[in-house]
């Protein structure tokens, strides 16, 4: 069965710092991988997918993901994070052959130290 | 990018009765789906919205619980029957244009059971 882990329950940065989020999935064919940011009282927004081709993947607001399929990984970095960055982070993987349900990971917290 | 308007944002509930959540999206889409986040939880999707025909449920979630209706190819609607306070939770509309595209949330409902 497909599953996604996001081994961090919260991550904690300095503003300026860079971050990086972990991500591994189980699924048996090409992962479909997404990464979606959650504010406060807000909707899910997408920050960036991979579905083929490159598998280094740039997204809004200056993140960026690395697949590596030998690590069944889509990491999740951004090289300085800003105070409005703070949010609840989902990694999640498309599954089904015939459709497009997504399953997600536990979400990761990230504060940001001023 | 499609939009999503999801009705009511929030409700206070009295525990036996029910509640219908409403999604209309901008734009015909062909997948619509429905998902269910837990207070400090991440997303678990409840079923796929089907238009014309009956909704297709994960498993742990049921019709006699979650009906839903899609009458037509921008519309759905949830409905939270016999809430009890383990029903508390934000209830999120998500719509797919097809494999391969982004998906798309609604703002959610945040259900409160008391």
């Known amino acids: 069965a497909q599953s996604v882990t996001q081994p961090d329950i919260h991550i904690t940065v300095s503003e300026g710092a860079s971050l990086e989020l972990r991500c591994n999935y189980s699924y048996g064919a090409t992962p479909y991988l997404f990464w979606y940011v959650q504010s406060p009282g807000q909707g899910l927004q997408l920050l960036l997918k991979?579905?083929?081709?490159?598998?280094l993947v740039q997204g809004i607001k200056g993140f960026e993901a690395e697949f590596k399929r030998s690590q069944s990984s889509f990491n999740l970095r951004k090289p300085s994070v800003h105070w409005s960055d703070a949010a609840e982070y989902f990694c999640a993987v498309a599954a089904g052959d015939s459709s497009y349900k997504l399953i997600f990971g536990s979400g990761t917290r990230l504060l940001v130290r001023p | 990018s499609a939009v999503i308007s999801q009705k009511p944002s929030r409700d206070i509930c009295q525990r036996g009765t029910s509640l219908t959540i409403q999604c209309q999206v901008d734009?015909?889409?062909?997948?619509m789906f429905w998902y269910r986040q837990q207070p400090g939880q991440s997303l678990t999707l409840i079923a796929t919205a089907n238009q014309g025909s009956e909704a297709t449920y994960e498993s742990g979630f049921v019709i006699d619980k979650f009906p839903i209706s899609r009458p037509n190819l921008t519309f759905s609607t949830l409905t939270v029957s016999n809430m009890s306070p383990e029903d508390s939770s934000i209830y999120l509309c998500?719509?797919?244009?097809?494999?391969?595209?982004?998906?798309?949330f609604g703002q959610g409902t945040r259900l409160t059971v008391v």
């Open positions: 991979y579905f083929s081709g490159d598998t």
């Open positions: 734009s015909q889409v062909t997948m």
């Open positions: 998500s719509v797919e244009e097809g494999r391969g595209t982004e998906a798309f």
